[in-house]
């Protein structure tokens, strides 16, 4: 089940692109939004992280970290970020810790793989507590960005 609204955000740690060990708490004090995405190199996801990329600075403006998990490897989502110029932090689910926590993991996708993330967004504020939460079951549709940044501005 999906984390609600008003519940602290689980604390987690992953490696990013560079392999840097990157944990929950290194944002204390500034919002976090959370882009949890099946699959790199797929249509949906580049259109949704594209997007995010083109509009960063509305997530800057309000001191907003984005950060986008799936559970690809480390080496894939370099390649990807690169590829995409995506302009904020890639982390790697893959031992699907994370997207467990979040209540945001399809059993089965695509009729035999387990385990991938499903599409997801999460506000987090300053403090570590959840503001949104989106989790889709359908992976060709896309979070509501339009309503993250309303609660990003609002916070």
Known sequence: MPLQIGQPAPEFKSHDTEKNLI???????????????????T????????SVRDEISLYNNVNA????ISVDMPYSLKKYKEEQKLNFTLLSDFNKTIS????????????????????????????GIIKYVEVLEHAGELPDLATVKKVLENL
Request: net charge negative.
């Open 23 to 41: 944990h929950l708490s290194d944002f204390k004090g500034r919002p976090v939004v959370l882009l949890f995405f099946p699959a790199a190199f």
């Open 100 to 127: 467990t926590a979040y209540g945001c993991l399809y059993e089965t996708f695509g009729g035999w793989m387990h385990g991938v993330s499903k599409r997801s967004a999460f506000v987090i504020d300053k403090e």
């Open 65 to 68: 970290e984005v950060i986008g």
């Open 43 to 50: 249509s949906t996801c580049t259109a949704e992280l594209c």
